[in-house]
């Protein structure tokens, strides 16, 4: 294999890992918040949990745009199969996405009345998430390719284990969400926000634990990437220091410290998604595509890889930029000023 | 009965698309309306300007949010349903797909979080600028699209090695034949959208006696763009009607209802194409000028329906009367443009009533004129999704029809409770109209991201 044809599809998987784990974290928590509407009751405090992700919510979704755009961009073969291959979970996915998407604007609108929009709210956060959680449980498990197509059935992610990262990524999302609350508002509400969190962190611990045993567990192809020597040994960093971001982040709780549970938390996905990456490196429909065999032309490659690599700086600068400008604590009823 | 798995495909793309279509064939012309009313206010400093600024901005923050929703859809559904598509195009398509989300759909979505919100959080200018941008990015988003939309009409660029396209030279791809001509009239036809909804807005509340300085400043805005840019959109699309006679000439062939190509073309203004028949039943026609249009001489031959074989011809009777209510709206457009600026110019504009009680009903012309135009140029490229490259059956996902039923069952209840919900809002927004009271008092602007179109949707549903 030529060095073009060899590390082009690198730096794009590079590339769309990168948006993925940015979405992850960004709409990470603010579907978090969504997830935590049926925990708080009280109507003025859903109104602060609601502000303090309004300003972003739009363009944390758009990374959710580029995964997916640029997986046909960059790995039209892969695109073509995993979307079919998931189609139920990525459509629900999306449908919940609108209904809490338009719940942003139309739950000020309906006020008094807006319990409808309240559980809009919720409930398309919770759904979009548990169907992403599907889709990476589906991914993993693996699916059914004959002849470069998609060729399982349309339930074939009805089963116990994308079931099971569906819900473990509702928790893990509404930690993410209650470490921000923390970060970002204040009084009785952060006070709710760190004992939810507590509860959830424990929780993501256990998730974690049992994925980590299940995976190798069911699929051999990724205990045989583990628990093979020197692999174990190069490897092992990854669990150690997710146990150390835990333990991070218990003592943030405990601590009563501003930003080091929601950081820590990034840390715990983050290190989470490197250990996906580890596990199914190089294929991306796992078990029988690489990223190779499903990339673009380089031609095709190559031109957008020199949009992105002038767009993404300016674009992690401007988002950098509306953050600061909201930056600060939100306080109940008081907004942005 | 057994389900069609391409045509629920079809038929899902098709409602998604037309829904989604709306927003942004809304928000391109608005951003710019919006912005160009910043900087009116910022060198004029008349207060009436901002409160008019504000107002846009909010009807404008409630149709983004159901175009961005809306839209994120679509970019899946090229997978979810359209796999094959991915496959045997995705080399030249995604990238262009990509440049769009890289260069519009950030740019767009990141900043207007500072244009709805940033009122009084950043600097004036700043602020400006924040809405600037929003414009640039929502016509750059159109560039995109337009040119990925156009080169599946009229593909360039590529060369195909067993079925799958592959790009040779960005610029043909890009700027393939149909592209500046799609993209003007396409873009046109997004601000004479937004134009017309700003002038009926306007009349609206001249006729009802509110809000009259705003008003006239609307009227007159949306007016001007409306003369102006009418007969422009007519020229720009009479340019598009001649690229594609020479590139798809089924298409107008559909259009024209003209089945026998060794004759000169009658211009068929009704008739119930009878495709079985292979001719026009209950026709009302001129006879040849359908040649003179098209070919700029009386009897000049263009390739008629039956020049091409069944299989290759696009469905008729969709493209002939979609293309005819098109035509419908821009003559509308043209007579309300043009009386009004004859008003105008006799300074009887703004008390003129009957023509005002017209004008104020005039906001839906162009979204039926955008659906219509859509739906002549996409149906008239049937049955080719890339044309002569790939046709719509070959291009479907293996998913089970089951599937693709539920999830068009889905669709259409969800898009139709949310999407009715939302242009509910809007329309009680505008009832209530640019409030003086917004612009003056500092605790009124909004304070909560996106919530500027819900504090304008709470304001319209008549809360304080």
Partial sequence: MDPITLWLPIVWAALIGTAVALYVILDGFDLGIGILFPFEPNESRRDTMMNSVAPFWDGNETWLVLGGGGLLVAFPLAYSVIMPGLYLPIIIMLLGLVFRGVAFEFRWAAKPKHELWDNAFAWGSIVATFMQGVVLGGFLQGIIVQNNAFAGGPLDWFVPFPLFTGLALIVGYALLASTWLIMKTEGSLADDARSWAKRLLVAVVVLMVIISLWTPLAFPRIADRWFVWPNILYLSPIPLLTAFMAVLCWYGLRTKREAMPFISTVGLFLLGYLGLVISNAPYLVPPSLTIWETAAVPESQIFTLIGVLIMLPIILGYTAFVYWTFRGKVREGEGYH | ?464
């Avoid at chain 2, 279509?21 to 160009?36: R, V």
């Avoid at chain 2, 040849?288 to 390739?303: K, M, N, R, Y």
């Avoid at chain 2, 999830?407 to 809002?425: E, H, K, Q, R």
């Fill in chain 2, 1 to 464: 009965m057994e389900l069609d798995p391409v045509l629920l495909a079809r038929i899902q793309f098709a409602f998604t698309v037309t829904f989604h279509i709306i927003f942004p064939s809304f928000t391109i012309g608005l951003a710019a309306f919006i912005a160009t009313l910043l900087i009116r206010w910022r060198m004029t400093g008349r207060e009436h300007l901002h409160r008019l600024a504000r107002f846009w901005t909010k009807i404008f923050a409630v149709s983004f949010a159901m175009g961005v929703v809306s839209g994120v859809v679509m970019s899946y559904e090229f997978g979810t349903n359209w796999s094959h598509f991915s496959v045997a195009v995705g080399n030249v398509v995604g990238p262009l797909i990509g440049y769009e989300v890289l260069t519009a759909f950030f740019l767009e979505a990141t900043f207007l979080g500072v244009m709805l919100f940033g009122w009084s959080r950043v600097p004036p200018s700043l602020h400006v600028l924040s809405a600037i941008l929003v414009a640039i990015g929502t016509s750059l988003s159109a560039f995109w699209i337009l040119a990925a939309n156009s080169w599946m009409q009229t593909p360039a660029g590529h060369e195909i090695r067993d079925g799958i396209a592959y790009p040779v030279d960005w610029i043909a791809i890009i700027f393939n034949p149909s592209f500046p001509y799609r993209f003007a009239h396409m873009f046109t036809a997004a601000y004479l959208t937004t134009s017309l909804v700003v002038l009926a807005v306007g009349a609206r509340y001249l006729v009802s006696g509110r809000f009259t300085e705003e008003a006239k400043t609307m009227l007159r805005m949306g007016l001007g763009m409306v003369a102006i840019l009418t007969p422009l959109q007519m020229y720009i699309g009479d340019s598009s009607g001649l690229n594609t006679e020479k590139y798809q000439p089924e298409k107008i062939a559909a259009i024209e209802a003209h089945w026998d190509g060794s004759k000169p073309g009658d211009l068929v203004l009704f008739a119930i194409p009878n495709e079985a028949q292979e001719r026009n039943d209950f026709a009302i026609t001129i006879p040849d000028a359908s040649s003179l249009l098209i070919t700029h001489s009386w009897d000049g031959l263009f390739p008629g329906l039956k020049d091409f074989p069944r299989n290759d011809r696009p469905p008729v009777i969709p493209v002939f009367f979609a293309f005819r209510i098109m035509v419908g709206m821009g003559v509308l457009m043209l007579i309300i443009g043009w009386v009004g600026a004859w008003l105008w110019a006799r300074r009887r504009l703004f008390t003129t009533k009957w023509y005002l009680e017209i004008a104020q009903y005039a906001w839906p012309l162009g979204f039926i004129a955008i659906l219509s135009g859509w739906y002549t140029t996409e149906i008239g490229r049937q049955p080719w999704v890339a044309y002569g490259i790939l046709r719509t059956v070959d291009a479907a996902s293996p998913v089970a029809p089951s599937a693709v039923l539920t999830t068009l069952v889905l669709f259409l209840i969800v898009y139709l409770c949310v999407f009715a919900i939302g242009i509910y809002y809007i329309n009680r927004l505008i009832d209530h109209g640019p409030t003086g009271a917004a612009a003056a008092t500092p605790q009124a602007l909004p304070s909560r991201p996106l919530s500027a179109a819900g504090e304008a949707a709470h304001e319209a549903m008549g809360g304080e």
